[in-house]
């Protein structure tokens, strides 16, 4: 029998285990690959896929989980190091209730049927600066949003704000934003209301709906860069 017959046969077994509930999938994660390769964007595919499972996501969406290619290339990747940004990756199909739970994050907005769902309907990555503090500062949501979508960049929603700081904690051991606000354009809240977000002194994540015309000297935003691939789409 070949080598490739042989893993097709094992690949299959565990699966079929899998779904008999006999192991877990986090059962086989003393298994994986460590060390990947920081710009091998199949490294950078399989490090975000063992994260995922290592946080028990097929525990909270109760179906099995799957991450498609990583978009970038090498050679974006290692410009992104040098700019300091970081590759966030925001699953498909994942509500903004399941990654509260994954990442256990809570607010009210998680259940607020006035907050418009940004589900993602295909795996979203993209860049973005890996900075404690945000951007923009004193500008209005209104503005940054228009101006984004010029641009050709990506909006963050609180489905891609929840990544993003689940990351961040992740890299650096600190929460983001921590004292500030971020506007949140992708969504609305109650039709015209634009979401903010941040950390309050306590450590506390606090989101309000606000007009996007509004703006402070505490309140900014944060942006993901597409793929070159995807960037004239």
């Keep these: 029998m070949s080598k490739l017959k042989t893993k097709e046969k094992i690949i299959s077994l565990i699966n079929d285990m899998i779904e ?12 994986a690959v460590t060390g ?9 595919r399989l490090s975000y896929y063992n994260w995922y499972m290592s946080l028990g996501i097929e525990q ?6 799957e991450l498609g290619e990583c978009p970038f290339s090498e050679t974006e990747l290692k410009l992104a190091e040098k700019q300091n940004q970081i590759v966030i990756c925001v699953p498909k199909g994942l509500t903004r209730i399941e990654l509260g739970k994954l990442f ?9 049927p006035l907050v418009t769902p940004v589900t993602e309907n295909e795996d979203c990555w993209f860049l973005t600066p890996k900075s404690s503090t945000p951007e923009f500062l004193g500008e ?9 979508d010029r641009e050709n960049k990506i909006n963050f929603s609180i489905e891609r704000y929840m990544v993003f700081i689940a990351r961040m904690r992740f890299l ?16 609305r809240y109650d039709r ?19 007009m996007p015309q ?12 597409k793929p070159k691939s995807e960037q004239n789409v």
């Design 20 to 31: 008999n509930r006999v192991i877990t999938s986090s059962d086989l994660q003393r298994f």
């Design 36 to 44: 990947t390769n920081t710009f091998d964007p199949e490294g950078v």
């Design 60 to 65: 909270v969406i109760q179906r099995r989980f």
């Design 104 to 112: 256990r994050l809570e607010s009210w907005v998680l259940n607020d």
């Design 140 to 148: 209005k949501g209104i503005d940054l949003e228009q101006r984004f």
């Design 172 to 187: 650096t051991g600190e929460l983001p934003d921590q004292q500030y606000w971020i506007w949140l354009p992708s969504g």
């Design 192 to 210: 015209s209301g634009m979401l903010m977000a941040g950390f309050d002194r306590y450590g506390r994540l606090s989101i309000h709906g606000w």
């Design 214 to 225: 509004f703006s402070a000297s505490f309140l900014g935003a944060r942006y993901g860069i």
